[in-house]
């Protein structure tokens, strides 16, 4: 066990909908990123928050977002979804200064 | 940006055997390079990573080499075990960004089978 916890463990839902993906990092750990991975693409990053902040960007579509907030857990919003979306999405934490990243078990995401 | 090749794409030894898997990254500036076992519907889990300021590292049965001139990156397995079987992710990460930025790009992966 990481740490790193994410809800829920499974989702299904239909095309065009919206969903909200939730990760809590390890505790005292203040960077949070977001991961997606699809069995073509592997493992693709998405974005990084740092305390609130978003510190780096990635592959992420427009009609994705994140947010980090105070307590520190962030949150993946995936809007107007398509099958493609399908995937298992991953987050990740590291400690102030270091660069180890620890996953969670992450989320997969089944759009029909 | 920076781009990660990793081979090959499976790999199958017998138990016992070694097993190595390469990867080469494009972007001079990386300095940071872990590497990742994922096991079946689980979470990537570290096993192991190293720094540009090194040229190898071990841990038990697992080291990793670096050649920061030719840009790549070797994980090698000594004495194999049936639960070595998994997909293992090399990555890397530069140091542009700086600061709290540790956006990692991934290989796209080995799949490993250790045949009893």
């Known amino acids: 066990d990481s740490g790193v916890t994410q809800t829920p463990k499974h989702l299904i839902t239909a095309t065009g909908q919206r969903v909200t993906l939730r990760c809590s990092p390890r505790?005292?750990?203040?960077?949070v990123y977001w991961y997606q991975q699809s069995l073509d693409q592997g493992l693709q990053f998405l974005i990084q928050?740092?305390?609130?902040?978003?510190?780096a960007k990635g592959n992420i579509l427009e009609r994705f977002s994140a947010q980090q907030f105070p307590d520190l857990h962030s949150e993946l919003n995936l809007s107007s979804l398509e099958l493609g979306d399908s995937a298992l999405y991953f987050c990740?934490?590291?400690?102030?200064?270091?660069?180890?990243?620890?996953f969670g078990p992450g989320t997969r995401l089944l759009v029909l | 940006g920076e781009n990660v090749e990793q081979h090959p794409s499976t790999l199958s030894v017998q138990e016992g055997d070694s097993a190595v898997i390469k990867c080469t990254y494009s972007?001079?500036?990386?300095?940071?390079f872990p590497w990742y076992k994922q096991e079946l519907g689980k979470r990537p889990q570290l096993i192991i990573d190293?720094?540009?300021?090194?040229g190898e590292k071990k841990d038990q049965r697992i080291a990793v080499t670096l050649n920061k001139t030719a840009k790549h990156f070797s994980l090698h397995i000594t004495e194999t075990q049936p639960e070595d079987s998994a997909v293992y992710f090399c990555?890397?990460?530069?140091?542009?960004?700086?600061?709290?930025?540790?956006?990692?790009?991934f290989g796209k992966g080995t799949l490993l089978t250790v045949n009893p």
């Open positions: 990555a890397a990460r530069n140091s542009h960004s700086g600061g709290s930025n540790y956006k990692l790009t």
């Open positions: 972007d001079s500036a990386s300095n940071y």
């Open positions: 505790s005292g750990d203040l960077s």
């Open positions: 990740a934490s590291s400690e102030d200064g270091r660069e180890t990243q620890y």
């Open positions: 928050y740092y305390n609130g902040e978003e510190r």
């Open positions: 190293i720094r540009s300021n090194v």
